[in-house]
C-alpha cells in the first residue's frame, strides 16, 4: 500500500519493549542472567510486534487474517526450532568441551552451532511442508541461478 510509516511504528514498538526489558534485565536479574533476559525481551518485543501488527492489519484489511493458518505455521516453525536448538546447542557444548572456552573454541563452538541450527531448521522445515519457508528457499534458488 506505499505506507512506510504503519511499519515504523511496529518496529518503535517493538525497539521499546526490546531495550525496556533489556535495561530492565540488566538491572534486576543477576549478571549471569542478564543475557538471557535480553533474549526474552527480544522475543517479547517481536510478539508484542505480532500482535500491534495483527490489530493493525485486521482493521485495515478490513477482516480475518486466517489466524488457524498462521498459528499453524507458528506451530510448525517451533517443530522445526526446538530440534535445531537442542543440536546446536550440544554441537557447540562438543565444540567448547574439545577446544576449551577460549576465543578459538568459542568462535568454533559458534559456527558449528549455527551450521547445526541452520541444517536441522531447513530439514525439519522441509519436512514439515512450511509453505513460506520453501518459497523463500525458492526465492533465494531462483535468485541465484540454481
Not at 549471569?32 to 495483527?54: D, F, I, K, Q, S
Not at 498462521?70 to 530440534?83: D, K, Q
Not at 552451532?113 to 518459497?135: C, D, Q, S, Y
Request: hydrophobic residues 55%; positive net charge; proline residues 2%.
Amino acid at each position: 500500500y506505499e505506507d512506510t510509516r504503519t511499519p515504523f511504528y511496529n518496529t518503535v514498538i517493538v525497539a521499546a519493549v526490546n531495550a525496556a526489558v533489556s535495561a530492565a534485565s540488566f538491572f534486576v536479574l543477576p549478571a549471569r542472567w542478564a543475557v538471557v533476559g535480553m533474549a526474552a525481551a527480544y522475543g517479547l518485543g517481536y510478539t508484542v510486534g505480532v500482535g500491534v501488527a495483527w490489530r493493525r492489519l485486521k482493521t485495515r484489511l478490513g477482516g480475518d487474517l486466517d489466524g488457524a493458518h498462521v498459528m499453524r505455521t507458528y506451530a510448525r516453525l517451533t517443530g522445526a526450532c526446538v530440534p535445531a536448538a537442542a543440536v546446536a546447542g550440544a554441537a557447540a557444548y562438543g565444540v567448547t568441551q574439545w577446544l576449551g572456552s577460549g576465543v578459538a573454541g568459542s568462535a568454533t563452538a559458534l559456527v558449528a552451532g549455527g551450521i547445526a541450527l541452520a541444517a536441522v531448521f531447513l530439514i525439519a522445515a522441509k519436512r514439515m511442508r512450511i509453505e513460506e519457508l520453501n518459497a523463500m528457499v525458492g526465492m533465494v534458488r531462483g535468485r541465484l541461478g540454481r
